[in-house]
């Protein structure tokens, strides 16, 4: 995993090459179970993550497309004891995403059929109003992304690590993205824990970022290889326009957190 929070396997996560995801770079297992609303993204393979924000509707990234199904209740990926296994029933990707520039990386998914809430399948609750978090503000990011760039495919195991907020302007300066892409209002950058490396890579697109225990951004982009300090970690910011989309889009589906 990345850091940050990691990115996925076979989709465009990362703005280098489109057909690259993130992973958690130096982060750990997190406890079983313990962040429930967690959404794991299969095609054939699982590829990336996402965000279980009602009973029938996952949040992810717009480069996770073509998603067949979604497992919830997933701590080891090769273990099916908790998973509840639902079917991509339409994927509703924000109206203005643009794959060139990242602008708006978010999709809904919906399932077939809802989940059933339980222990360890439990959807997160989406903030109200939208919580940009300042330069410096500590946040967890997590997924099954990779946690090397060695090719040794995703981790069998959630992972999380902690990540740090750094202003936009510092983030499209020549040391780091240099304005390619540029980092928008609606993006938030978040990357290196102290003077560690930290940070998402392949497999962890989709995946949530965190806050003071809001969900506030999606995992979205970063560079090969992964967990540069001054290339770090880009989520979709849950911003205004976005939260309304998204309660839009659900509609009267829309439910509080259980």
Known sequence: ???????????????????????????????????????????QQPYCGGVLIHPQWV?????????KSVWLGVHDRRKTA???ERNVQMEVPHPRYERLTKVNDLMLLKLDKPVTTTKTVR??????????PKAGSRCTVAGWGRVSDEPKGMSNVLMSVDVTVIDRRTCNSAEYYNGKPVITEAMICA???GRKVAGTCKGDSGGPLVCKGDLVGITSFGPMPCGL?????????LSAE????????IGGNESPHP
């Open 59 to 67: 949040l992810t990234a717009a480069h996770c497309n073509a998603t």
């Open 191 to 193: 990357g290196y824990k």
């Open 123 to 132: 959807s997160f609750k989406v903030p109200k109003k939208a919580k940009d």
């Open 82 to 84: 908790y998973r509840q």
């Open 242 to 249: 976005h939260l309304k989309w998204i309660r839009q889009s």
């Open 1 to 43: 995993m990345f850091s940050v929070v990691g990115f996925v396997s076979t989709v465009a996560l990362l703005w280098v090459t489109p057909s690259r995801a993130a992973e958690i770079i130096g982060g750990k297992e997190v406890k079983p179970h313990s962040l429930p609303y967690m959404a794991l993204l299969v095609r």
């Open 229 to 237: 300090l001054k290339r770090p970690g880009v989520y979709a910011f």
